[in-house]
């Protein structure tokens, strides 16, 4: 059973910078590939970011790239998104998930932290 716990949520202005944390426990050797998705009020889960575990291939959706970056710590088995220029179509309930391959289906999910950008 692998457990992923987000944190760093909160509530910034416009313009602001936030860093969210998810941290995994358990057996989260299987892990390969783990993903930021946020869902804003009435709207689908979209896919913000995403990292590989082993050489740290990335990926971004068009509506945070240069905005938001994304890293690991192998070590502490934790993943990042660290996020600048907020605004406030950025605000949604933030949620991390891993899988065990560079594509398919997510197996494991957080609990999801929320984020407002307020103007």
């Known amino acids: 059973q692998v457990q992923l716990v987000e944190s760093g949520g909160g509530l910034v202005q416009a313009g602001g910078s936030l860093r969210l944390s998810c941290a995994a426990s358990g057996r989260y050797s299987g892990i390969w590939w783990m993903g930021w998705f946020r869902q804003a009020p009435g709207k689908d889960r979209d896919l913000v970011s995403g990292?590989?575990?082993?050489?740290?291939?990335?990926s971004y959706a068009d509506s945070v790239k240069g905005r938001f970056t994304i890293s690991r710590d192998n070590a502490k088995n934790t993943v990042y998104l660290e996020m600048n220029s907020l605004k406030t179509e950025d605000t949604g309930v933030y949620y991390c998930?891993?899988?065990?391959?560079?594509?398919?289906?997510?197996?494991?999910w957080g609990q999801g932290t929320q984020v407002t950008v307020s103007s």
């Open positions: 990292i590989r575990f082993s050489g740290g291939a990335t």
């Open positions: 998930a891993g899988r065990r391959a560079d594509y398919g289906p997510y197996d494991y």
